[in-house]
C-alpha cells in the first residue's frame, strides 16, 4: 500500500494533538506552524493526500501535488478545496478526514515524477498532464494492483473485459497500444505475453 501522508498548516497544537491522537502512529502526520517553519519544506515532500489549512499560504505549492483541502479560511488554495467555517468542532474535522483517507482510489507518486491521480483520471507533474479514459483508467488501475506490476495478456484481458482468452483481443490491444502511446516512456512495457508498469518505487 502507498504512503499516506498528512499535512497540517496551523499555529495551533492541538490539531496536531488531536489528529496524533484519533490516527495510528504509521501515519504520516505533519503539522507546520507558518510562523516557524520554512514552507520549503512542502515542496519536498512527494505528495499530500489530505491538507488541512488553518492559515492563508503566501507561498505557491503545485495543486497537482495535493489530493484534498480541508480548507478552514477564507483563501482558495486548489480547485477542489473544501471550506469550512469556525469554528470547527475537533471530532469533526476528524471526521471529514478518516472519510477523504478511506477513499478506495490511488493517489499516489510514481517513480519520483509522475502523480497518479484515479479520481480523476490523470497522470500529472509540473510539466505533463496525461487524461486516460475510462477503460485506460481502469487498465493502469488493474496493474498497479496487481503483483510486481504485472499481468499476464491473457488475465488482464478477462478482468477488464470479462471476456474468455478465446475471445477477439483486437479491441483490447488497441487500448493497450493507445495507453503505452500516452504514458511517460517505457513506463508501460509487453514482455513474454506480460503487461507491466515499471516502476522503481510508489508512495
Known amino acids: ?23 495510528t502512529k504509521s501515519d504520516a502526520v505533519q503539522v507546520f506552524n507558518l510562523a516557524l517553519t520554512d514552507l520549503n519544506i512542502l515542496l519536498e515532500l ?3 493526500d489530505i491538507l488541512i489549512l488553518d492559515e492563508v499560504l503566501t507561498q505557491d505549492i503545485p495543486s497537482y501535488n495535493i ?25 469533526e474535522l476528524v471526521h471529514i478526514a478518516h472519510h477523504a483517507r478511506l477513499k478506495d482510489q ?4 510514481i517513480n519520483n515524477n509522475y ?19 475510462e477503460k485506460e483508467n481502469e487498465i493502469f488501475r488493474y ?9 499476464a495478456k491473457d488475465e488482464l484481458f478477462e478482468s477488464v473485459w470479462n471476456y474468455s482468452s478465446k475471445s477477439n483481443t483486437t479491441t483490447f490491444e488497441t487500448h493497450m497500444s493507445r495507453l503505452k502511446q500516452k504514458l511517460p516512456q517505457d513506463l508501460l512495457q509487453f514482455k ?12
Not at 496493474?143 to 499481468?151: D, E, F, R, V
Open 192 to 203: 513474454n505475453n506480460y503487461y507491466e508498469l515499471n516502476i522503481a518505487n510508489i508512495v
Open 143 to 151: 496493474l498497479l494492483l496487481a503483483a510486481n506490476y504485472k499481468m
Open 1 to 23: 500500500m502507498w504512503q499516506k501522508i498528512e499535512v497540517i498548516i496551523s499555529s495551533r497544537k492541538i490539531l496536531f494533538e488531536t489528529f496524533e491522537s484519533n490516527f
Open 46 to 48: 512527494p505528495k499530500i
Open 115 to 133: 502523480i497518479y491521480d484515479e479520481q480523476m483520471g490523470k497522470l500529472l507533474n509540473q510539466t505533463s498532464n496525461i487524461h486516460l479514459t
Open 106 to 109: 490511488f493517489f499516489c507518486k
Open 67 to 91: 489530493n484534498n483541502v480541508i480548507n478552514l479560511t477564507t483563501t482558495p488554495l486548489t480547485q477542489k478545496d473544501m471550506f469550512f467555517k469556525k469554528p470547527l468542532k475537533l471530532a
